[in-house]
């Protein structure tokens, strides 16, 4: 008895958090893993990466990990140790891609549980001058008039340009072409140019285009209209109820990463997006801090795993 029972005490010591103090996290250089390229998300990790690291006293170590969607990244980070050191920031295929894919390396608040919800990055309905439509109204009206004639760009099949696209033809009950291309920048020359008539992607890309004519915004699709495009209305005013579609960055851990840590990691992202510095540079690159914890942002990613089930699922859509 007495072996077992020291054999019991062994095995709990093992299993004991790694750090019986929050307040000793972190005590090496901090990873965080981007699943993606350079972009707006991106931008937000490295911005957040070097408040935390200040907070820290130890560097946030970016760590750009694309491919398959975002699934090489995740996977890296659920098979590591699991205290903190080694965190992901990633963008809505977190919740996307178990849908999307036939399969994913990582099982959504097992494999990887959530930490803190980030930011948000609006987006906007944006078409090409050619297009006959200065409103949302004359453009579904359009589109129902001339079926198939109208084609909407994305960057690349099953990303969330592509899924905030096939929301709109849900919602409004209309059709129109998918044109896939490796990456919004490609969208973006291909648009300019009038080859491709629609697009629903970030403010951030289009806001430049916009506000010098080449481009024509039809409406926000979010609860409210932005502070950047105070002229432009939200979907629901512009007549297409149930219309909103954001890019988000958050943190996620891997299984067994001790609560407290979590709680540690959450409560200072919160501080860190709460920053009136951080609050006026991502303001100015047309993004919204959020900064809430593990529950809000697990609520926040199965609503969205639930409302791109449904879009993917009736667009038919697979990725592999």
């Not at 709990?12 to 750090?19: E, G, I, V």
């Not at 690291?53 to 890296?76: F, H, L, R, S, T």
């Not at 760009?153 to 896939?180: D, N, Y």
Request: charge should be positive; include cysteine; glycine fraction near 10%.
């Amino acid at each position: 008895m007495k072996t077992i029972a020291l054999a019991c005490l062994g095995a709990s010591l093992l299993a004991a958090p790694a750090f019986a103090n929050p307040s000793d996290f972190p005590t090496k250089p901090v990873r965080l893993v981007v699943p993606f390229g350079s972009g707006s998300l991106d931008a937000v990790a490295r911005s957040l990466g070097r408040q935390l690291g200040g907070k820290w006293k130890q560097p946030v170590v970016i760590e750009n990990k694309p491919g398959a969607g975002g699934n090489i990244g995740a996977d890296m980070v659920m098979k590591a140790e699991p205290d903190g050191q080694t965190l992901l920031f990633a963008g809505p295929s977190i919740a996307i891609n178990p849908v999307l894919y036939s399969s994913v390396p990582y099982r959504l608040m097992e494999d990887l549980i959530p930490v803190a919800d980030v930011v948000r990055i609006p987006y906007v309905i944006v078409v090409s001058p050619q297009v006959p439509a200065r409103t949302l109204k004359e453009l579904v009206d359009y589109a129902k008039a001339n079926p198939g004639v109208l084609n909407f760009g994305s960057g690349g099949v099953g990303t969330a340009s592509h899924l905030a696209g096939e929301l709109l033809k849900l919602r409004a009950g209309i059709q129109m072409v998918h044109i896939p291309h490796k990456g919004a920048a490609a969208t973006l020359t291909e648009l300019l140019a009038g080859r491709i008539h629609v697009a629903v992607d970030t403010v951030s890309q289009y806001k430049q285009y916009i506000e010098r004519g080449e481009l024509r915004a039809l409406a926000v699709p979010g609860p409210s209209r932005l502070p950047e495009l105070p002229n432009i209305p939200t979907a629901k005013e512009a007549g297409v109820a149930d219309l909103e579609v954001a890019a988000w960055g958050s943190v996620w851990a891997p299984r067994g990463t001790p609560p407290n840590v979590v709680d540690k990691i959450a409560n200072d992202i919160a501080a860190a997006t709460g920053d009136p510095s951080v609050r006026r540079d991502w303001a100015a690159l047309g993004m919204v801090p959020v900064g809430t914890g593990p529950a809000a942002l697990k609520t926040w990613s199965l609503n969205e795993a639930n409302k791109w089930s449904t879009v993917i699922k009736s667009a038919n859509i697979r990725a592999e």
